[in-house]
């Protein structure tokens, strides 16, 4: 093996290794080396790893390693396959994180580098993954995979992270694939990403994941998926799969669901259509009888009968009891690839099975029908007693502390909007939200959850220099409360610790007939078209839609170290917020955090304009109320990046963030 690359330039500054495995790529290898060298990132090595090329594919490679001295070539020789390719360049490689790119493909966007390498060390994972589009005949076509959003969540937990192949969608942090002494398995050059990939996910502790389009999958028949395989090759890919079933061992649930996808799917619909049509009848004959040893020891491990649709049903029935003519026969027939008159029973099952999809597809719309009907007379049985019958909802803490057991009561509240404010070391915060929202509603209630900086300090002068005639209270609640996140899911439901709990028993304190659900650290835009907006959209819920739920859009802004306010507009969300005071709306525990239940019959009536400004403070610890730093939602995950690139002052960068014109967004003073 020797090296090539420019000396005299030579630079130590290497924060991203791009890994190039090339063979035999001349015609797309130019277009791929310069959609690195166009990265406006700059502090990037590329190890070029030429495994055994016979086509120009070397000279293309020198040229660039001559000519730019962040190109580094690795020229192996003999060839080795992509796996050993892959090895040697991890071995050579210096960044602190590393990224694989395939030679017959490209990335789309100039800042792919720039924008992994930024959200890797912001969120601090070791694995970042992201995505791309498949590409052929010089077009851009699908996502290569489902689009995912996550901040630092493990395979264990959300196996939406598992790829069977696609190493290229992976950025890695070096460090991390030394510590585990992950390699690449030379053994196989079918099923190789899958295999690494089995090894790497289980024992990442911090995976992110981006929705961004950054890879070009071009597809071509040269690839080796284009190719025509032998029984070997057959073989291969069926051991590559035991493998790496036998590395997702840990996580049982990525398991089942690797397997039950790939005979499901893959082996029903690629692999054994393409093994009718490539293998001769003595060489299928061996491959079948893999596939069958393998299905049955699959089975075994599970505990449990792989059940599919009619495809799969029928070929395990063939495949297991070693019937393999018949199988073909009914191969040949699903995928319709024996020219009439000669018919087999593939066919007629064919016909059944999309006779079965189309009966489905209709009851399935009856269904609906008829349950939507059934649902209006329900739901005005329902309105109805709840009307004439209402009932008192109790609630008892499993802490035994009868101070604290309450009821949500049926009884008749007087007319009115009650803001319910949560509030927890919000002395920043807490005088504007207050004479923020009080012009909108008829009272603001106020519960301190155990703050210890100037909070109830603050809502006290407050309270002394009210005099607009509204109630303003404020309660203490003495219980720590579990921080979103893992905390929550440990702590019971009907625990004085559980957030669903704790903002029951705020909600029984509300005098008003409707309350409205409001954080510390939201505002009613500054604009008396907004405010007046708003206030016009409660009453109206109050008065005209008395048992309406009301959900409105609000719109996250971050503040600059300085105090200025930016936002992207793609920073909006909606939440339910506003409802009726009656016991059979309450809060109930969810996955990461409450929410409210409502029934279903209550109407939901939505303000499309957006009033509500929520903030996050840069200069503040804005996700303190979260027992980790670990999202898997697309709220979460888009407020928790833009705070961390406005944090560390680089929003500038990025076209979507817009500043907050200043009448907009006021500061109150206490």
């Not at 293309?60 to 360049?89: M, Q, S, T, V, Y």
């Not at 959209?537 to 048992?547: A, C, D, I, V």
């Not at 300085?562 to 917020?577: M, P, Q, S």
Request: hydrophobic fraction near 35%.
């Amino acid at each position: 093996m020797n090296v090539i690359n420019n000396h005299e330039q030579f630079i130590d500054d290497v924060s991203v290794s791009v890994i190039v495995p090339i063979y035999n790529a001349a015609s797309f290898l130019e277009t791929c080396l310069n959609s690195v060298a166009q990265q406006t990132f700059t502090h990037f090595e590329v190890i070029m790893v030429n495994d055994g090329s016979t086509d120009d594919s070397l000279s293309i490679a020198e040229d660039f390693a001559h000519r730019d001295c962040r190109f580094k070539l690795l020229n192996l020789g003999a060839n080795r396959g992509l796996p050993g390719a892959r090895n040697a360049g991890v071995r050579e490689a210096r960044g602190t994180y590393l990224v694989h790119l395939d030679s017959d493909d490209f990335w789309l966007d100039s800042r792919t580098l720039e924008i992994l390498y930024t959200t890797a060390r912001l969120e601090g994972a070791d694995v970042l993954r992201f995505n791309g589009s498949n590409y052929e005949n010089g077009a851009l076509g699908s996502a290569i995979i489902p689009t995912f959003n996550a901040v630092n969540i493990g395979l264990a937990s959300n196996r939406s992270l598992w790829v069977f192949r696609g190493i290229f969608l992976f950025f890695f942090r070096r460090r991390f694939i030394e510590d585990n002494q992950l390699c690449f398995d030379e053994r196989y050059n079918i099923g190789e990403d899958g295999i690494f990939l089995s090894k790497a996910l289980p024992v990442a502790r911090h995976i992110s994941s981006l929705p961004n389009l950054f890879y070009a999958y071009r597809r071509h028949p040269e690839s080796m998926m284009g190719n025509q395989w032998s029984d070997d090759q057959f073989l291969e890919e069926n051991k590559a799969s035991e493998l790496i079933s036998e590395n997702l061992h840990s996580v049982p649930s990525v398991r089942y669901s690797y397997i039950y996808q790939r005979y499901t799917g893959y082996w029903v619909n690629k692999l054994l259509p393409r093994l009718f049509v490539e293998l001769t009848v003595t060489d299928q004959f061996s491959v079948l009888e893999s596939y069958r040893k393998t299905l049955v020891a699959y089975e075994s491990a599970l505990g449990a009968q792989l059940r599919g649709g009619v495809k799969f049903s029928i070929y395990r029935f063939f495949l297991l009891g070693s019937r393999y003519r018949s199988l073909e026969r009914f191969v040949r027939g699903f995928n319709r690839s024996i020219p009439l008159p000669y018919l087999h029973l593939g066919y007629y099952f064919y016909l059944m099975d999309f006779g079965k999809r189309f009966v489905s597809t209709f009851l399935k719309r009856v269904n609906r029908e008829l349950s939507r009907r059934v649902s209006v007379k329900t739901a005005i049985a329902a309105l109805r007693s709840s009307i004439y019958s209402p009932r008192d909802r109790h609630f008892k803490n499993i802490e035994g502390l009868e101070k604290y057991n309450f009821t949500l009561k049926s009884e008749k509240k007087r007319p009115g909007i009650t803001a319910m404010v949560r509030v927890k070391n919000e002395e920043s915060n807490i005088a504007a939200c207050i004479a923020s929202v009080m012009p909108c509603v008829d009272e603001v209630l106020i519960i301190d959850n155990g703050s210890t900086d100037a909070t109830v300090s603050r809502i006290q002068a407050v309270v002394e220099k009210h005099e607009t005639g509204k109630p303003l209270r404020l309660l203490s609640y003495p219980f720590s409360v579990a921080r979103c996140g893992d905390e929550h899911k440990q702590t019971h439901e009907h625990s004085v610790h559980n957030l669903a709990y704790y903002y029951n028993w705020c909600l029984s304190h509300c005098s008003t007939s409707h309350v409205i659900k409001w954080d510390a650290d939201m505002r009613v835009i500054s604009e008396a078209s907004a405010q007046l907006g708003f206030s016009h959209f409660l009453k109206y819920l109050s008065s005209t839609r008395p048992n309406a739920l009301g959900s409105f859009p609000v719109q996250t802004i971050y503040l600059e170290m300085n105090g200025k306010a930016v936002t992207t507009c793609d920073d909006i969300h909606t939440e339910l917020r506003f409802f009726p005071n009656t016991p059979d709306i309450y809060f109930v525990k969810g996955n990461n955090w409450e929410y409210l239940h409502h029934p279903r019959f209550h109407q939901l009536e939505r303000s499309e304009e957006v009033f509500c400004y929520e903030i996050k403070d840069t200069r503040q610890q804005e996700f303190a109320h979260w027992s980790e730093i670990s999202f898997d939602g697309w709220r979460k995950v888009l407020e928790y990046r833009n705070y961390m690139l406005v944090a560390e002052n680089l929003h500038m960068r990025e076209s979507t963030f817009v500043p907050i014109r200043p009448h907009r967004f006021s500061t109150y003073r206490s």
